[in-house]
C-alpha cells in the first residue's frame, strides 16, 4: 500500500511538472499580493541593519515562541545558540509532517506559503546561514508545487540566491521526522536517528551547526514580528502565550485545522470551534498529540492543550494533533493500530525500540493482559531507546491503562 500510495505522489508531481494537472488547492498567495501588504519588509530590513537580529530574537522572547514540531524548546533561545556557534551554519526546515492525525503543516504550506518563506529566510538571516534546505513530505504534491513556483519566483525577485533554498523530498520513513535521522537523510543516508550530544545545534548536517525547524514555528515569525511579540503572546490562554494551529480529527462535527489560543482545552476547541461532537457521539477519549501523545478519558478533557500540564498526567501535546474518539469507538482497536504503527515504523537501530515495540504489541494481543509486565517493559523502553520513537510508543497502551478500565482493553473472549 506505501508503495502505491508513493506511487500516485509521483505520478501527480508529474503531471503538475508538465501543466497538465492544478491540484486543488494551489491557494498559495502570490508574492506580489504579499509584499503588498507588508510580507518580506521585515527581512529587507533585518539585510540592511535597520532591524537588529536582538530586537528579532527579544520579540520572539516576548511572544512566547517555542517549537511547534513536538519538543517545544524557546525558539529564540535555539536561533541564538546556532547564530553564536562557528561559520558555515546551516538551516533546515522540518516538513516531513509525519505523526498521525497532524495536517496543519499542509495547510500552512499550501495557504500561507509565503509567510512560511518569509519566516524562513528571516531565520537564515538571523543565524547569518550559508544554506537552507527544506525537507517535505512527499506525499504533498500540491505544498512541493506551490513551493517550487514560490520559491523561483523569490529568485527572479532576486529576494533570494538561486539555490539558496534546497527543496527535498521525504521518502515516506515516518523516522525521517526525527531532526537527526531527517539530516542523516539530506546527506543522502539511511534515516538512522543520531546519538546525543553532540546535538545538531553544534554538529548537524555535514557536521556543521544547524537549525532545525518545523513549518508553523517559522510560519508565525513574520506574524509575531509585524504584530509586535507581547501583543501576540497575549493572545494565549491563561498562562499560555500566543496562537498554535491544531490538526483536529475524529468524531468531532467539523474537523479541520484551528488556529487557537495555546492552551484552550480539549472541550472548548471542541464546541467552539468544531462545532461540537459528531451527531449521535459522546466523547470517551482523545489523544492529544496524534500517535504519541498518549490517549487520555473524556474526564480530563478541561486540561490545556499546550506544553506542561498534559505532562503531568502521561501525556504530550507534541505536533498538536488532536483525535476525538466516542463512546462509538472501540478503545482496544485504537491501541492496537496504534502499536502496530510503532512496531512498523521503529527505525531498528536500537534494542530496546526494535524489539520492545514488537513485544509490546506481543503482550497486548495476549489472552490476558499482563499489567506489570507491560508497565515495566515501557519503564525500559522509556529508558533506554535512542531517539523520540522508541521513547514515546509506549504512551497510548500506558496512558490507556491508568485512565481506562481494563475491560475496555483486554481481549475479547471470542477474538
Ligand atoms: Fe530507531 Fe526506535 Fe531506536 Fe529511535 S528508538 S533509533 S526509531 S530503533
Redesign the pocket.
Same mark, same amino acid.
Given at each position: 500500500k506505501r508503495h502505491a500510495d508513493r506511487a500516485s505522489a509521483a505520478d501527480v508531481l508529474a503531471l503538475i511538472d508538465e501543466g497538465a494537472f492544478t491540484p486543488l488547492p494551489l491557494v498559495g498567495e502570490s508574492l506580489d499580493a504579499y509584499r503588498a501588504r507588508g510580507g518580506y519588509r521585515q527581512l529587507q530590513a533585518l539585510r540592511d541593519g535597520a532591524l537588529p537580529v536582538e530586537t528579532v530574537f527579544a520579540e520572539l522572547e516576548a511572544a512566547g515562541l517555542r517549537g511547534m514540531g513536538g519538543a517545544g524548546f524557546p525558539t529564540a533561545r535555539k536561533w541564538r545558540l546556532v547564530r553564536a556557534a562557528p561559520a558555515p551554519r546551516y538551516l533546515v526546515c522540518n516538513a516531513d509532517e509525519g505523526e498521525p492525525g497532524t495536517f496543519k503543516d499542509r495547510v500552512i504550506l499550501e495557504e500561507q506559503t509565503h509567510p512560511f518563506l518569509d519566516g524562513l529566510l528571516l531565520a537564515a538571516a538571523c543565524i547569518d546561514a550559508d544554506r537552507c534546505w527544506i525537507y517535505l513530505r512527499d506525499e504533498y504534491p500540491a505544498a512541493h508545487a506551490l513551493l517550487r513556483r514560490e520559491i523561483a519566483a523569490l529568485e527572479a525577485a532576486q529576494l533570494v540566491e538561486p539555490g539558496f533554498i534546497d527543496l527535498r523530498r521525504g521518502a515516506g520513513a515516518y523516522?525521517c521526522g526525527?531532526e537527526s535521522a531527517l539530516i542523516e537523510s539530506i546527506e543522502g543516508k539511511r534515516g538512522? $536517528?543520531r546519538q546525543r550530544p553532540p546535538y545538531v545545534a553544534e554538529a548537524g548536517l555535514f557536521g556543521r551547526p544547524t537549525l532545525v525547524n518545523n513549518v508553523e514555528t517559522l510560519a508565525l515569525v513574520p506574524t509575531i514580528l509585524a504584530a509586535g511579540g507581547a501583543r501576540f503572546g497575549a493572545l494565549g490562554g491563561e498562562g499560555f502565550a500566543g496562537l498554535r494551529s491544531y490538526s483536529v480529527s475524529g468524531r468531532v462535527r467539523e474537523p479541520g485545522v484551528k488556529q487557537a489560543p495555546a492552551g484552550i482545552s480539549t472541550r472548548q476547541l471542541i464546541d467552539d470551534y468544531c462545532g461540537g461532537m459528531a451527531e449521535g457521539h459522546q466523547l470517551l477519549a482523545y489523544l492529544p498529540g496524534g500517535a504519541s501523545g498518549g490517549i487520555l478519558p473524556a474526564s480530563l478533557a478541561d486540561l490545556p492543550l499546550h506544553f506542561g500540564e498534559l505532562e503531568k498526567h502521561g501525556a504530550l501535546i507534541g505536533s498538536a494533533a488532536l483525535i476525538v474518539l466516542s463512546d462509538r469507538d472501540d478503545l482496544r482497536a485504537a491501541v492496537q493500530a496504534l502499536l502496530e504503527f510503532f512496531a512498523d515504523?521503529?527505525? !531498528?537501530?536500537?534494542t $530496546?525500540?526494535?524489539i520492545g515495540?514488537e513485544k509490546m504489541l506481543a503482550l497486548f494481543e495476549a489472552p490476558e493482559l499482563d499489567v506489570s509486565l507491560l508497565n515495566e517493559l515501557a519503564a525500559l523502553m522509556r529508558d533506554a531507546?535512542?531517539? !523520540?520513537? !522508541?521513547?514515546a510508543a509506549p504512551n497510548p497502551l500506558t496512558t490507556a491503562l491508568q485512565y481506562f478500565p481494563q475491560h475496555q482493553l483486554a481481549r475479547k473472549r471470542d477474538e
Amino acid at each position: 500500500k506505501r508503495h502505491a500510495d508513493r506511487a500516485s505522489a509521483a505520478d501527480v508531481l508529474a503531471l503538475i511538472d508538465e501543466g497538465a494537472f492544478t491540484p486543488l488547492p494551489l491557494v498559495g498567495e502570490s508574492l506580489d499580493a504579499y509584499r503588498a501588504r507588508g510580507g518580506y519588509r521585515q527581512l529587507q530590513a533585518l539585510r540592511d541593519g535597520a532591524l537588529p537580529v536582538e530586537t528579532v530574537f527579544a520579540e520572539l522572547e516576548a511572544a512566547g515562541l517555542r517549537g511547534m514540531g513536538g519538543a517545544g524548546f524557546p525558539t529564540a533561545r535555539k536561533w541564538r545558540l546556532v547564530r553564536a556557534a562557528p561559520a558555515p551554519r546551516y538551516l533546515v526546515c522540518n516538513a516531513d509532517e509525519g505523526e498521525p492525525g497532524t495536517f496543519k503543516d499542509r495547510v500552512i504550506l499550501e495557504e500561507q506559503t509565503h509567510p512560511f518563506l518569509d519566516g524562513l529566510l528571516l531565520a537564515a538571516a538571523c543565524i547569518d546561514a550559508d544554506r537552507c534546505w527544506i525537507y517535505l513530505r512527499d506525499e504533498y504534491p500540491a505544498a512541493h508545487a506551490l513551493l517550487r513556483r514560490e520559491i523561483a519566483a523569490l529568485e527572479a525577485a532576486q529576494l533570494v540566491e538561486p539555490g539558496f533554498i534546497d527543496l527535498r523530498r521525504g521518502a515516506g520513513a515516518y523516522i525521517c521526522g526525527e531532526e537527526s535521522a531527517l539530516i542523516e537523510s539530506i546527506e543522502g543516508k539511511r534515516g538512522y $536517528p543520531r546519538q546525543r550530544p553532540p546535538y545538531v545545534a553544534e554538529a548537524g548536517l555535514f557536521g556543521r551547526p544547524t537549525l532545525v525547524n518545523n513549518v508553523e514555528t517559522l510560519a508565525l515569525v513574520p506574524t509575531i514580528l509585524a504584530a509586535g511579540g507581547a501583543r501576540f503572546g497575549a493572545l494565549g490562554g491563561e498562562g499560555f502565550a500566543g496562537l498554535r494551529s491544531y490538526s483536529v480529527s475524529g468524531r468531532v462535527r467539523e474537523p479541520g485545522v484551528k488556529q487557537a489560543p495555546a492552551g484552550i482545552s480539549t472541550r472548548q476547541l471542541i464546541d467552539d470551534y468544531c462545532g461540537g461532537m459528531a451527531e449521535g457521539h459522546q466523547l470517551l477519549a482523545y489523544l492529544p498529540g496524534g500517535a504519541s501523545g498518549g490517549i487520555l478519558p473524556a474526564s480530563l478533557a478541561d486540561l490545556p492543550l499546550h506544553f506542561g500540564e498534559l505532562e503531568k498526567h502521561g501525556a504530550l501535546i507534541g505536533s498538536a494533533a488532536l483525535i476525538v474518539l466516542s463512546d462509538r469507538d472501540d478503545l482496544r482497536a485504537a491501541v492496537q493500530a496504534l502499536l502496530e504503527f510503532f512496531a512498523d515504523e521503529s527505525c !531498528g537501530q536500537c534494542t $530496546p525500540c526494535r524489539i520492545g515495540t514488537e513485544k509490546m504489541l506481543a503482550l497486548f494481543e495476549a489472552p490476558e493482559l499482563d499489567v506489570s509486565l507491560l508497565n515495566e517493559l515501557a519503564a525500559l523502553m522509556r529508558d533506554a531507546s535512542i531517539c !523520540g520513537l !522508541g521513547q514515546a510508543a509506549p504512551n497510548p497502551l500506558t496512558t490507556a491503562l491508568q485512565y481506562f478500565p481494563q475491560h475496555q482493553l483486554a481481549r475479547k473472549r471470542d477474538e
